[in-house]
């Protein structure tokens, strides 16, 4: 007999009418499972129902029931907050039904609800007691968080902890298991997401004393988590302890530990820490005086600027072609080819094609003169030592400003340069003392305007509120170009500090002047003042937003995107979409879709998806601001998702939009070689040919001869990431992309893009900071990571002969002829039959040979083929690098330190390994470094014997002081890590004769 189905609960619901409790409870019961199929028919009768749950009369059981049935009622009606108070309410009933197959996604909905009602209740009012909080929701939450410990999902745990506030969780679980990397998995996501500054500074307070100490010999892998964590922190009074307490058995961590706080730390928080340790005795004492040292920041900089000068690749073809395309009268051009030379060779101190074109140089003229005098500072950025003799012949006189036309223009470009040399520097006071005192003197507003950049670029973050007075004093002038360069040095000089009265001051001066320039620089200032700060630049946001003016609420829209830089905060990302679409101005909304890359670039593989819609907007500004935003987000990474978005936009109806998009292509691919990214040589090859087409539009023109700068940026041994190695943010590169972005305006801020260079190297120090001679091994192809091939110049194109055209009747009477001689010699054969066989033979050898020749040709051919294929098989696995040599974020999953070498790091090179077979190998997540590469200290496994060392005295001869050492022209195409050059050397014996050969003559036609 079939059984049939259900049509209706209505039996069911009348049995909740009768008298008897028992038949309440039946039909209570029986109804629970029903809901799924008949909710719309019991909701009707849910009053009823409530009232059942709050009878007396009735049993806990069925009362119980009752609440579990109108929560399951509420549940299908969307209703979900009544239908938690209702699960609360069903006690045992609800437990029991979380055990039952088939209803988790009620039981799951109602659980989230009842962790998202708990965590707004312990965050409304963490201070208190909590007692408004429901036991029963209480219950609840204990029993989530037993059930994942139990079922040894720790993270989980963590997480919802650090949403409640419940540190006692956290402890709990960290005793339990003792895992060092649940306490940096807490860490990472407090600072990874939008949690307030007060509360992400309450948890990693609680965090640091549950790290335990470091050692040597257990290569400590939550190094690089405790200096992110110390970095964040920004208190010396909890990082000097920690140092003293490594004094003087753990020296080497010591020092690793203050590298690796000197890549993320804020210049403010590195002084403080170098000014409180303390001056120690004997032994200590030498070892302090080395911390401080490198606390300094000079350290840092001196080896980077070496490893950047002697493995410089740049390929002086590309930018010989670019010169030779790109008209020079114009000013535009002009600024292009400068700053592609610049990035190129950023750091490297190499100015060599500076000097082989002088007379392109001497082209320059007024704002063009000003930035190719600016590129010398990108070009020597961090040859601090010599920043002075190298710019003295374009600096302001002793005397006061030159009365030469067009040198006012030089003068500014030299202080901006000199700004740009001692950027990131640590304590450059002599050149800060000198630019205020310049600053102060002039009278031209042109040397004002570089004086004032050169100040806040070297001042970034001093907080220096003399410095600060003298460029509002210049602001006070109210001249439109000296009063733009103020307004946005005044805000680096003061970065981050949220100063209300500083920022007050910018405001009112933004509202009252008439000139656009200054309010954009002041609107760009603000933003800079509240980097960082998250919740507390709220109202200031708030006021720049609702402007009339578009100018202040584009600073505003910055304001945003630098108060929560790399927090990835949802609220923020919100705002930012909305202003993309809906703001008046066209300058607005592009800002607001570039400045996603400020919020999300911690997640770049996010960004694709995110901005894949805006970048086929209708409005070309949006679609813009989409290629600035895949470029600043994905630089570095050569993420294929961001290469296809951007692919087609250089096709683009628009000249900026091609712009942005070939300039945001060569900021993803720098550093990726044929063998990582299939789109790379595709991609040079657009930028060669957008370059050299004159039909092209300036603009596009421009991107590509900057993009062609970012993908070769730094001798090709740098590049571009706003994160720092620690796993921080890197302050400068943050300030200087968002600096560059306003080349839209004013193209010699685009100078400040090499401040996001970060050169990739791997230096390792022994404990007397000096760079031994030792090898590692990467376990990777050495394809995989290898520098691209040098360009090579366009073939010459030789004028292949037409044939000569041959009528029909003219080959018939050749033939017969021919015919005709054939026969005539058959028939007069005589006596000199040897000859003949002779000649026969000749010409059977003259026929053969080159059939041979062939023969022989085409089994060389096919050994090649063979030996290329068999070489292409056999490509080796692995390579042997040498210390001071280029290691790119990608390839440090393949690091590995050879077990019996005489040098070993004192901390794992890095935490991430090798990626799996099938992925394409770019590292994505925020843990791109996971605290590797950069400057390593070395264990010394074997100190008794004599250490070869790499030797920097006297430094390599730069390139640029001969223009013999490169008869050719490639800048580097010969030379290696060393930085020696092959020269030409008259008293060397000559080399010798080629070996002779036999030319197949019977091949020529």
Known sequence: MVVRPQSSAAGVLALLSEPDPVFKQHALKALNPLVPQFWAEISEHIAYIESLYEADDLPKEARDSAALLASKVYYFLGEYDEALSFALGAGSAFQAEARIQGAGEYVETVVSKAIDRYIQLRTEEPATKHTKIDPRLQTIIEGIFERCINEGEYRQAIGIALESHRF???????????????????????????????????????LLPLFPPPTTRTKSPHIHALARLLVTLNKPSLTVPLLTSLVPKERLLAYQFAFDLVEGGARDFLEGVRNDLPKGQGETKAIYDKLRSIFGGLESVKLYLEFLKRNNRVDMLILK??????????????????????????????????????????????????????????????????????????????????????????????????????????????????????????????????????????????????????????????????????????????????????????MTYARDTQHEKIIRGLGMGLALIFYGRQEEANPTIKSLLAEKDPILRY???????????????????????????????????????????????????????????????YNPHVRCGATLALGIACAGTGLQDAVEILEPMT???????????????????????????????????????????????????????????????GGRNVTISLQSRAGSKNTNAIVGMALFCQFWYWYPLAHCACLAFEPTAMIGLNEDLKVPKFEFVSNARPSLFAYPAPATPPKKETVAKVATAVLS?????????????????????????????????????????????????????????????????????????????????????????????????????????????????????????????????????????????????????????STGDVPNGHANANRGPTGIHIALDENAPEADPPESFEYPFEDES
């Not at 709990?172 to 990874?192: G, W």
């Not at 004159?694 to 421009?702: G, L, N």
């Not at 696995?877 to 440090?892: C, D, G, H, W, Y």
């Not at 390994?913 to 390593?936: F, H």
């Open 168 to 206: 006692d969780i956290i402890s709990q679980v960290y005793d339990l298991t003792k895992d060092v990397s649940l306490l940096s998995y807490a860490m990472e996501a407090v600072l990874d997401t939008g949690f307030s500054l007060s509360y992400r500074d309450q948890v990693l307070n609680f």
């Open 321 to 506: 072609n670019s010169k030779d395309a790109l008209e020079p009268r114009s000013s535009i051009y002009h600024t292009a080819l400068t700053l592609q030379n610049a990035f190129m060779h950023a750091g490297t101190t190499s100015d060599i094609f500076l000097r082989e074109n002088l007379e392109w140089l001497g082209m320059a003229s007024n704002w063009s003169k000003f930035s190719t005098t600016a590129a010398l500072g990108v070009i020597h950025k961090g040859y601090y030592q010599e920043g002075m003799n190298i710019l003295s012949p374009y600096l302001p006189q002793s005397g006061g400003e030159s009365q030469i036309q067009g040198a006012a223009y030089s003068e500014g470009g030299a202080l901006y340069a000199l700004g740009l040399i001692n950027a990131g520097c640590g304590s450059g006071q002599t050149v800060e003392t000198y630019l205020r005192e310049t600053l102060k003197s002039a009278q031209g507003e042109v040397v004002q305007h570089g004086a004032a950049l050169g100040l806040g670029v070297v001042g970034l973050g001093g907080r220096s509120s003399d410095a600060y007075d003298d460029l509002k004093e210049t602001l006070f002038t109210d001249s439109a170009v000296a009063g733009e360069a103020a307004g946005y040095a005044m805000g680096l000089v003061m970065l981050g500090s949220a100063d209300p009265t500083c920022a007050e001051e910018m």
């Open 555 to 617: 600073g505003g829209v910055y304001t945003l995107a630098l108060a929560y830089a790399g927090t990835s905060d949802n609220d923020a990302v919100r705002q930012l979409l909305h202003i993309a679409v809906s703001d008046t101005s066209d300058d607005v909304r592009r800002a607001a879709v570039t400045s996603l890359a400020f919020l999300l670039f911690k997640n770049p593989g996010q960004v694709p998806r995110i901005v894949q819609l805006l970048s086929e907007s």
């Open 651 to 713: 096709k683009d109806g628009v000249d900026f939009v091609r712009q942005g998009a070939f300039i945001a292509l060569g900021m993803i691919l720098v550093q990726q070689s044929e063998a990582s990214s299939p789109s790379l040589s595709s991609t040079r090859a657009l930028y060669a040919k957008v370059v050299s087409d004159k039909h092209e539009d300036p603009m596009a023109r421009f991107g590509a001869a900057i993009g062609q700068g970012f993908i070769d940026a």
């Open 809 to 961: 009747t003219t080959a018939k009477v050749k033939a017969r002829e021919k015919k005709k001689a054939a026969a005539d010699a058959d028939a007069m054969e005589t006596d000199e039959k040897p000859e003949v066989k002779k000649e026969g033979d000749v010409e059977m050898r003259s026929e053969e040979s080159p059939s041979s020749g062939n023969a022989d040709d085409s089994a060389t051919d096919e050994d090649g083929k063979g030996s290329t294929s068999t070489k292409r098989k056999v490509e080796p696995t692995s390579e042997k690098l040498s210390n001071f040599t280029r290691v790119i974020p990608a390839q440090l999953g393949y690091i590995t330190f050879p077990a019996d070498g005489r040098y070993q790091p004192v901390r794992p090179v890095s935490l991430n390994g090798p990626p799996a077979k099938g992925s394409r190998g770019v590292v994505l997540t925020s843990e791109r470094y996971a605290g590797g590469s950069g400057i390593l200290i070395m264990v010394d496994e074997r100190p008794d014997e004599e250490a070869d060392f790499i030797n920097f005295d006297p430094p390599p001869p730069a390139p640029a002081t």
